[in-house]
């Protein structure tokens, strides 16, 4: 198993006034990552920047592994939003990154009051995703779909959607904190998605009972009111290490890459959370 990191980690440092996109790729390598991965496609989903992605990646030697995008499938412009996923496949076929993972919807409309369920949406969104996993396939990169965003953050809601698209070329990204927004057991989470696993994300939450004032800045509600704020790696409640030795006992190999969004600097984050995150892999 291998390390990597998003650049969605390094929060305010992605910024051109500070490290900029080709800034973290260096300081990526500097800290120790064997990978990275790239959130928010914009600035990445430019031909001219992915070729400079690609050789700042070969330049430092380090592995680009994912773009992370949205997308609803539930959304009335369909074809926009298969055009858009196409996009970002082209881009990392330019780079020479792996998988792609996008997003798959954020739930109904609260107008509407029957026929909302997971279940409903289901049969609405897998002609879609297929279709954007076979173009995929063409040019040698692997989707996958992220217990995210609430509606599909549930084990079992992906896990059946991943079944129901029912193709080899897509798979799931296992998000191995995400599912404590959904206020399920990462370690009873995990265990479900870790056979479907083609990428993995590491990430930690702090964690308070609903029951209790709101703790203020920084912290969020899970879907059932309970609160979470981001964490270094193995100083949370998500339990990243027995998720990890749940992961490898399925015989996932592959990167692990840190999702951080914690109140600590970035870059102290991310160095404590990978010195941890090595130490769960070869535990």
Known sequence: MKTAVSSYSFGSYLSEEKLGYLGIIEKAKELGFDGIEFTDAGW??????????????????IVPVNIAMGANFLAENIKDTIANVREVIDIAAIIGIPFVRHDVAYGFSNDIKIGRSYDCAIPKMVDAIREVTKYAEQKGVRTCTENHGFFSQDALRVEKLINEVNHPNFGALVDIGNFMCADEDPTISVGIMAPYAI?????????????????????????????????????????????????????????????????????????????????????
């Open 44 to 61: 990445v989903c430019n031909p001219e920047n992915a070729l400079k992605i690609k050789e700042k990646c070969a330049e430092v030697g």
């Open 199 to 283: 990428h993995a994300h590491a990430k930690d939450f702090h964690w308070k009972s609903g029951m209790d004032i709101d703790p203020g800045e920084g912290w969020f509600r899970t879907r059932a009111g309970n609160y979470l704020r981001g964490a270094i790696i193995g100083h949370g409640e998500a339990k990243p290490f027995q998720s990890i030795q749940t992961l490898k006992r399925e015989g996932y190999d592959g990167f692990i890459s840190i999702e951080y969004e914690g109140l600590e600097d970035n870059l102290y984050g991310l160095r404590v959370g990978l010195e941890n995150l090595k130490r769960f892999i070869e535990a």
